[in-house]
């Protein structure tokens, strides 16, 4: 009886509750890739229209809100995989273009300013 009252608890607990969460330093790189694209200047493009880096920024943070609710997203690496590599509804790919260079990959883009903000 006990394991069959402690599995109905477990069972009623909110799968939020049971959801990772980011830690203190994940949280950091995350908001860092986020205003860093904001202060970028390139371009997004989503579903086949480019938007400037303040509306791209805008799109991420709600993704982003949208998968902590959710308890989809622990680390850096599953907000760009989650929320900045393609549309959640098209699946389209995102892409990135800043001045002066060729349009990337936003998941490349993104990999390579997490991966150079952690080398400082």
Same mark, same amino acid.
């Given at each position: ?5 402690? =599995?109905?608890? %477990?069972?009623?607990?909110p799968?939020?509750? *049971? =959801? $990772?969460? +980011?830690t203190?330093?994940?949280?950091? $790189?995350?908001?860092?890739? %986020?205003?860093n694209?904001? #202060?970028?200047?390139? $371009?997004?493009?989503?579903?086949g @229209?480019?938007? !400037? @880096?303040?509306?791209? #920024? ?6 982003? !809100?949208y ?7 622990? &680390?850096?690496e599953?907000? %760009? &995989? ?10 389209? +790919?995102?892409?990135?273009?800043? #001045?002066?260079?060729?349009? $990337?990959?936003? #998941?490349?883009? *993104?990999?390579?300013? *997490? ?6």
């Amino acid at each position: 009886m006990k394991h069959f009252t402690t =599995a109905l608890l %477990i069972a009623a607990l909110p799968l939020a509750a *049971l =959801a $990772e969460k +980011p830690t203190p330093a994940a949280s950091q $790189e995350i908001e860092h890739l %986020i205003t860093n694209l904001k #202060a970028s200047g390139c $371009e997004f493009q989503r579903n086949g @229209s480019w938007y !400037d @880096s303040a509306k791209a #920024a805008d799109h991420l943070r709600s993704k982003y !809100d949208y998968l902590l609710k959710k308890g989809w997203v622990a &680390t850096p690496e599953d907000f %760009i &995989t989650r929320a900045g590599t393609e549309s959640s509804m098209s699946h389209k +790919p995102y892409q990135v273009r800043c #001045a002066g260079k060729e349009a $990337e990959p936003s #998941a490349a883009w *993104l990999q390579a300013e *997490l991966k150079r903000y952690r080398s400082k």
